[in-house]
């Protein structure tokens, strides 16, 4: 098998036997970003020269079995709205076109104390704000599986880089679906933590009571290292959450719900017949399953859509030619911060101010974000009374399969609608995981998300990976290799 497509724990235990150098996998690993970069675009920037001194300490160390843990040497990828000090962090906004770092993020100081590679960082819509990576102002990333499809979004590059094994493994953010809908388009691994277990300190902020970052990998205990490496409480983060993380009993004896308002219209037939194929196999373990219902689920893109813009309103009104960024020419401060911002920003992220401040202002404020704030908390009091019944949710991760690019562009609703599933556990602060499943009848792949209680993480990682064991997807993307 190729090194690339070993696990983590595979990987290191071959640095550790000294079988393989963490030089020698990446080296496989900018060969193959080499080949295919020109073709997908997964990286806004590659971080070759800086990696060769890094990996050639990574190789002493694990000469003189000093190595500083699973993830000392492994090829990271990391999106680019996630500060890393002294390299640009774009947004893929013209906005941040120059923008150095001052600092790194939380999540890139915890990956740093065991000595993690970054490849780069990746391409995404425009400060996260996509479903499809095309609405990056730097040009779109491709999906490796089907170079005329796209790889999802927002954290496109992250997922593409991924699957064509331009990196091990890579950071995403997701407010509302951008690791699971990416890593279903491509045949991956996707999990959004319990909001506020992951620190967000120093991720570029698009709608902070739903961003959080996660990790995207080929296997479940992949996710699971990064998670671990990653999580934990962070007083530079206000909505950081020190709680203990809450274990749910035993896979054998746990008892999962389908939601049945996401089997329904709306959803391809490939995608539902995923979601039936792992109820087959959860019932030859003897595992309880039952439809349940949460009506609120229909309303989830609309509330979504009111609370998202309003909060990136307010996030995105720092951009301003003053202190961050771009900055275009005026004769008065006021004509200058105009000039910027229209040229700053692209046309999915205007909408989604316009949309925000609309219904953030006075008069229209009871009528539409207070009305999905009242929506939001009655979804979450729905979640909290299934969660009294079953352990684990099961619905497809995307209604369909990946899409072609340019296929939903110029109708914005409909791009919408490729985060139904998605979306609900990032309005109830949620664990939710993505895991690959099988192939449509074009070769795409098809994933299924599990979503349990807040603070179960390590439950629900297992038993995806209960389940990913069953399932046995093995298949890989061979588009791009010519
Ligand atoms: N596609 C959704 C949006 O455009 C979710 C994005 C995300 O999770 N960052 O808002």
Redesign the pocket.
């Known amino acids: 098998m190729r090194i690339e497509n070993k696990s983590i724990r595979e990987i290191n235990s071959l640095f550790q036997k000294k079988e393989i150098k963490p030089s020698e996998l990446y080296k496989q690993v900018f060969e193959n970003t080499a080949q295919s970069e020109s073709v997908l675009h997964a990286h806004l920037k590659l971080f070759e020269e800086d990696n060769l001194n890094k990996v050639k300490l990574s190789d002493e160390r694990y000469i003189k079995n000093k190595s500083l843990g699973l993830l000392d040497g492994i090829p990271i990828a990391i999106k680019d709205n996630i500060n890393l000090k002294g390299y640009e962090t774009t947004c893929s906004s013209k906005m941040l076109s120059n923008y150095i770092s001052p600092y790194s993020a939380t999540v890139i100081n915890k990956l740093d104390e065991q000595q993690v590679l970054y490849t780069g960082k990746t391409n ?2 425009e400060f ?4 499809s990576t095309e ?1 990056s102002a730097y040009g779109l990333t491709r999906n490796p599986w089907n170079t005329e499809c796209v790889p999802g ?3 496109g590059g992250s997922a593409a880089s991924v699957a064509a094994r331009s990196s091990i493994a890579a950071l995403g ?7 699971r ?1 990416p890593a279903s388009f491509c045949g991956l691994v996707g999990f959004k933590p319990t909001y506020g277990t992951v620190s967000r300190f120093g991720l570029i902020a ?2 902070s009571s ?2 959080q970052i996660g990790p995207i990998t080929k296997y479940v205990d992949d996710t699971r290292i990064i998670y671990h490496s990653i999580r934990g409480f962070d007083p530079k983060d206000a909505t950081s959450v020190s709680d203990k993380p809450v274990i749910i009993p035993s896979n054998k004896t746990a008892k999962v719900g389908v939601i049945k308002e996401l089997m329904e219209e709306g959803v391809s037939e490939d995608a539902k017949n995923e979601v039936e194929k792992i109820i087959k196999l959860l019932k030859a373990q003897g595992i309880e399953v039952i439809e349940v219902s949460l009506p609120l689920i229909k309303l989830a893109i609309s509330i ?2 009111l609370i ?1 813009p309003a909060e990136c309103s307010a996030n995105l009104a720092r951009f301003d030619g003053v202190r961050y960024g771009l900055r275009a020419d005026g004769k008065t401060s006021y004509e200058m911060m105009e000039r910027t911002r229209a040229q700053g920003f692209g046309s ?1 992220v205007k909408r ?1 101010i316009l949309l925000g401040t609309y219904a953030l202002s006075a008069g229209y404020f009871d009528a539409y974000y207070g009305k999905a704030l009242l929506a939001r908390k009655k979804m979450i009091d729905e979640f909290n009374q299934i969660f009294k019944q079953v352990d684990y949710l099961i619905s497809p991760t995307t209604p369909t399969q990946a899409f072609k690019a340019g296929e939903k562009t110029s109708n914005p609703l409909e ?2 609608m ?2 139904l599933c ?2 609900p556990a ?1 309005l109830a602060g949620l664990p939710s995981i993505s895991i690959p499943t099988g192939l449509s009848k074009e070769k795409l792949p098809l994933g299924v998300q599990i979503i349990s209680k807040a603070l179960t993480d390590d439950s629900l990682l297992d038993f995806s990976e209960m389940i990913e064991k069953e399932v046995a997807f093995k298949e890989e993307p061979s588009d791009w290799i010519k």
Do not use: H, K, P, V
């Open positions: 995404l819509d996260a704000m996509g479903s609405n979004g927002s954290s953010s997701d407010t509302g679906g951008s690791i809908q698009f709608a739903l961003d979504y859509y998202a999915e989604r791009m919408y490729s985060d998605t979306i990032n």
